[in-house]
């Protein structure tokens, strides 16, 4: 199994910045893809940002411009740099992975607990 832990959540004004991470642990064989999704109060959790192993990104509309993804796989590691944030940017936000525990194993959906991102007007 694997594990997400994130970090970086908090309160920040309008126009701030903020800096998310989620590191991957467990028995991990690889990960093809992570990202981050977030859930505002009374919505429906959307995709905010992914990232394959070959580089390729992919960004809700809202966040384009203003998020930037990343990742550090030797640290099994992704950011999520979030700048001129907005209070609709206030949400609960989850790193998910896509990974393998073997070479033998199919591919499984792992999520972490969740960091709170509350962007003040």
């Known amino acids: 199994q694997v594990q997400l832990e994130e970090s970086g959540g908090g309160l920040v004004q309008a126009g701030g910045s903020l800096t998310l991470s989620c590191t991957a642990s467990g028995t991990i064989f690889t990960i093809p893809g992570m990202g981050w999704y977030r859930q505002a109060p009374g919505k429906q959790r959307e995709l905010v940002a992914t990232?394959?192993?070959?580089?390729?990104?992919n960004y809700a509309d809202s966040v384009k411009g203003r998020f930037t993804i990343s990742r550090d796989n030797a640290l099994n590691t992704v950011y999520l740099q979030m700048s001129s944030l907005k209070p609709e940017d206030t949400a609960v936000y989850y790193c998910?992975?896509?990974?393998?525990?073997?070479?033998?194993?199919?591919?499984?959906?792992?999520w972490g607990q969740g960091t709170l991102v509350t962007v003040s007007s």
């Open positions: 998910h992975a896509y990974y393998y525990s073997s070479y033998k194993d199919t591919g499984t959906d792992a």
């Open positions: 990232l394959n192993n070959g580089g390729g990104t």
